[in-house]
């Protein structure tokens, strides 16, 4: 796969240099440190072979039995606006009360 890097316009860059100035924990590598740098592969060549011979786990929250499904919907503002005010978590709440109502109507056709 090819990817196309996409450089950031002068005005990008000065803000991202102006980011870097405003952090103290972050800084610009040198030259002479880029120049040192190697690949991982020539660094850590057991570990780069177990990731691609798929043999590390993955790191993070292992994957749920009953996965939620991503989906694109349009909700009334009304709607959106009443569950956004309860604070965080309303995206929850909302699967919850849809949840309820298909317990209480099930597949009953209309």
């Excluded at 240099?17 to 880029?34: F, H, P």
């Excluded at 850590?44 to 177990?50: R, T």
């Excluded at 749920?64 to 009334?76: D, P």
Aim: no cysteine; charged share 35%.
């Amino acid at each position: 796969m090819i990817r196309k890097l996409h450089m950031p316009s002068p005005e990008e860059d000065a803000e991202i240099r102006r980011g870097i100035e405003a952090d103290d924990e972050a800084r610009e590598l040198t030259d002479e440190e880029i120049a040192r740098m190697r690949p991982a592969a020539e660094i850590l060549p057991e570990v780069v072979a177990a990731y691609q011979a798929g043999k590390l786990k993955m790191r993070g929250r292992p994957p749920k039995a009953k996965r939620k499904i991503q989906v694109s919907i349009r909700y009334s503002p009304e709607v959106i606006q009443h569950f956004r005010a309860t604070g965080p978590g309303w995206q929850t709440r909302m699967d919850e009360v849809l949840k309820a109502w298909v317990a209480k109507h099930g597949n009953k056709p209309e």
